[in-house]
């Protein structure tokens, strides 16, 4: 096998302007190759992002984390994370109370120029002032995707961690598993999800898995689906719901028009209403919301007179959902934006902006820091940048209606006094998905307990008749 070593150099841009909404926060300045991939994720005092360097081509990729103090706004430290020849893909998981950051990567074994190589799952903790503390790998008992790319993520309930992934099948028969490990990423079962073979020249029916949304009562997996259309094959997508045993119960096919559809990214709410979004084959973007069997209720399409590629959607604090991507103009192909988007539960889009930039700007993730206030990731080209983000329609009065009640900290629970007027209690994420809920409708005081598997910045959503109150928690 060839050993490259190459030297990645990072250099760190401090800056601050306002362009259309959109300040930037921070820019990481890569003077070698690409940024690949790109997430947010933030603490109570900084932002993080994490991504993916292609260093030489396709099939090498190095990741970074940057450390970005949210108070000075200016990058702490960041770092290169490598493994002599390997390709790794890190992403950040979760950032603790233990003064911890947490990155679970896909590293990538037998690099070359014509296949992945297996595919393992990697851990890596650091210090919050960047000193790496552990690096666990697992490479053992179970399949190796030799697909690139499989989605690995963290259940933030009691299992530990799961690994979704399709291996490459050369046109002829595909397999999906389910891998799961625990909370150490040690290996602990593997399920076959679905398989599908081509029985003729003429009709081909392949599913790749590319993502996955976990839920209490089970997992909700997306990713490409290869038809054939006359005498072509044409990318379509799915997503399908499976049980906590990996069992299938629902599949459902998404083809718009001609069949080509490109699913990015979906989100799961409480009511298990999940809402997708993509391209299509004419390059516009869509966003589709299936009920909780599947079955589809809506579809919308995104931009009014130019193109565009949602990468990312997120429910927000206040019940509608945010989607941030890229666009493009009909009548000037040199034309790049960055794209936002705010639309609520029935279809409706509320606002979409479309922002000019430079050299293929892509935004890619998006976190919600205060009500209606976020950050946002985002790839140019060698630059990886970090933006805040207000929401332009938000109403003095929206904000101020809801009354307010004491939160009080206590080191195993948070006790909420003087409930008078709301009903429902949820402890969400900064990704807006919801991971408690409690009945309060008859409740004066009540409490809410801390959870050692919830860490980092959380929000506590109390509705009502009067509004709704959203308070900030650190766990």
């Not at 103009?329 to 000019?356: H, M, T, V």
């Not at 929206?398 to 004491?406: I, K």
Request: hydrophobic share 35%; net charge negative; glycine share 6%.
């Amino acid at each position: 096998m060839r050993l490259i070593m190459i030297i990645l150099m990072l250099s760190v841009i401090h800056v601050k302007c306002k362009a259309n909404d959109m300040e930037v926060v921070a820019k990481i300045e890569s003077t070698e190759s690409a940024f690949w991939r790109l997430s947010v994720a933030i603490d109570n005092d900084n932002a993080y992002l994490c991504g993916a360097i292609s260093v030489d081509d396709e099939y090498y990729l190095k990741g970074m984390i940057a450390q970005i103090d949210r108070g000075s706004e200016s990058v702490a430290w960041e770092k290169k994370i490598e493994d002599t020849d390997k390709t790794i893909i890190p992403h950040i998981i979760r950032v603790n109370d233990n003064s911890e950051i947490e990155l679970l990567s896909e590293l990538s074994l037998l690099r070359s120029n014509f296949t992945y190589g297996n595919q393992i799952v990697n851990i890596r903790k650091y210090k919050k002032n960047g000193e790496l503390i552990s690096n666990y790998s697992d490479s053992s008992n179970y399949e190796k995707a030799t697909q690139a790319n499989f989605p690995i993520g963290y259940d933030y309930g009691y299992d530990g961690i799961s690994v979704y992934y399709t291996p490459k099948t050369n046109h002829t028969m595909a397999y999906s598993y389910a891998v799961h490990l625990n909370k150490s990423g040690e290996y602990q079962s593997i399920s076959i999800l679905d398989s599908s073979t081509v029985i003729t020249k003429d009709s081909v029916d392949r599913y790749l898995i590319k993502g996955f949304e976990s839920f209490v009562s089970g997992v909700y997996v997306y990713g490409l689906k290869h038809i054939k259309r006359g005498n072509d094959e044409v990318i379509a997508s799915y997503v399908m719901k499976l049980n906590n045993s990996d069992n299938i119960l629902w599949k459902e096919s998404i083809e718009p028009d001609n069949g080509y559809f490109t699913i990015r990214d979906i989100c799961v709410t409480p009511e298990e209403a999940v809402y997708v979004v993509g391209f299509k084959g004419d390059d516009h973007g869509m966003i589709r919301k299936l009920n909780k069997n599947g079955e589809v209720e809506w579809s919308k399409v995104l931009g009014d007179y130019y193109f565009t590629t949602p990468m990312k959607i997120i429910p927000n604090l206040s019940g509608d959902f945010i989607i941030v991507g890229k666009a493009k103009d009909y009548n000037n192909a040199a034309a790049e934006y960055r794209y936002i988007a705010k639309i609520d539960s029935s279809g409706k889009i509320l606002w979409q902006e479309k922002i000019l930039s430079q050299s293929l700007e892509t935004l890619t993730d998006v976190v919600e820091y205060e009500n209606n206030k976020y950050y946002i990731s985002s790839i140019r080209g060698t630059s990886a940048l970090l933006y805040k983000f207000e929401d332009p329609d938000v109403s003095v009065e929206e904000q101020n209606t809801a009354p307010e009640v004491n939160v009080l900290e206590y080191a195993e629970y948070y006790y909420i006094e003087n409930n008078k007027l709301y009903d429902k209690a949820e402890l969400v994420s900064i990704r807006g998905k919801v991971l408690k809920s409690i009945d309060i409708s008859e409740e004066f005081n009540f409490q809410v307990e801390k959870d050692n598997y919830y860490r980092g910045v959380f929000f506590l959503r109390l509705s009502g008749k009067k509004g709704t109150l959203v308070k900030k928690l650190i766990y």
